[in-house]
């Protein structure tokens, strides 16, 4: 999932200020006015991320006049920029109690929770800010964002279809609904989302990635190395994009193509044991089982619970005449639970131990 984080400031009555001789010294205007003054000047060092300094115009405003809701937002929204996330949600409070239609603080505060692990809470006030304003995007994007990492796919589809309702050119919610789409196993109009996301906005490279894996999933290989090609053009040092690239690969067939990516993979890291086994198996149908043996044993000293890794390797150890090997390695794929395991152990007369 994509995550974008939207920050609202509020600025000051709109027109245009003529430059002039202030003669008239701060400390002797009103409260009211002295809290715009203090006000407007925090907005401007906000927009000039001076954050701590707009923070001390803030508080001064609300010094001159507690009841100042738009400061108060403001306050929290600059707290939030400097992670002082439990701070912003009380300014966030005080403002939603002054103005309790204020959508943006409901969705600024839900923002703040969010930064704090607080997910239900947060939820409720994405809801909140989308009741109070059914055409705020953002507010059904994060909702839906955050119903997709629950698991809740259809309810996260609901969102993102009103987030695109209420702005039809929403990037990252057209890339987010394919997402949820493919989780719901619809893959051509996941293809469509991704599609129009990456029309919207052709820099948004992981939607060129997820459009390559709904593609292979969806059977079409073609369609899916041409992504991954694309993606790999523009972006070079993403050791999964190659190592998906190679899976792509092996499935049609080019098993020295996908080693090669799968070299490509573990070059920028040798950790991944993911690409260890998935060259163990290039090599198995390329027929260098020795090398195979090698990688599914490197990504079993990374992961001794890979199943499939103790698959490949007795697969391996069978042809190069470990045949003791092979059942263990079978025996323990089996008790990691790979069915396939049991049938290849059976099949070669290994017994039990």
């Given at each position: ?33 002295l809290a715009e003054k ?20 803030f508080d001064k405003a ?217 060259r163990a198996a290039a ?71």
């Amino acid at each position: 999932m994509l995550r974008i984080y939207i920050l609202f400031i509020l600025a000051g009555s709109a027109g245009i200020a003529h430059a002039q001789v202030d003669t008239v010294r701060a400390s002797t205007l009103p409260p009211a006015q002295l809290a715009e003054k203090l006000y407007n000047s925090g907005v401007t060092k906000f927009n000039n991320k001076s954050y701590q300094a707009a923070l001390q115009d803030f508080d001064k405003a609300l010094a001159a006049r507690p009841d100042f809701a738009k400061a108060y937002y403001n306050r929290a929204t600059t707290r939030y920029e400097l992670n002082e996330y439990p701070l912003a949600v009380q300014d966030y409070d005080a403002a939603i109690r002054l103005e309790p239609a204020s959508h943006t603080s409901y969705f600024g505060r839900g923002q703040a929770r969010e930064a704090l692990g607080q997910r239900t809470e947060a939820e409720q006030d994405y809801t909140k800010a989308a009741e109070t304003k059914a055409d705020f995007a953002p507010a059904w994007y994060y909702r839906g964002a955050l119903r997709f990492e629950k698991g809740e796919y259809q309810a996260a589809k609901t969102d993102f279809d009103q987030a695109l309702k209420a702005d039809p050119n929403y990037a990252y919610a057209y890339h987010d609904r394919g997402s949820a789409q493919r989780q719901l196993s619809n893959f051509a109009a996941a293809i469509q989302d991704y599609t129009k996301a990456l029309t919207l906005q052709p820099d948004l490279l992981p939607a060129l990635l997820n459009r390559a894996a709904t593609r292979r999933r969806a059977g079409d290989l073609k369609g899916a190395l041409a992504d991954y090609n694309d993606y790999l053009t523009k972006k070079t040092d993403n050791a999964i994009a190659y190592s998906n690239r190679g899976s792509a690969r092996y499935e049609a067939a080019d098993y020295r193509g996908a080693v090669e990516d799968f070299n490509k993979a573990l070059s920028l890291d040798a950790s991944y044991a993911f690409a260890w086994n998935n060259r163990a198996a290039a090599y198995l149908k390329l027929e260098d089982y020795k090398k195979a043996a090698a990688d599914a044993g490197k990504a079993l000293s990374l992961n001794p619970q890979y199943a499939e890794a103790y698959l490949n390797r007795g697969h391996a150890r069978e042809m190069i005449r470990d045949a003791a090997g092979a059942c263990q390695d079978w025996r323990k794929a089996a008790e990691l639970g790979l069915e396939a395991a049991s049938s290849y152990a059976a099949n070669s007369g290994c017994g039990s131990e």
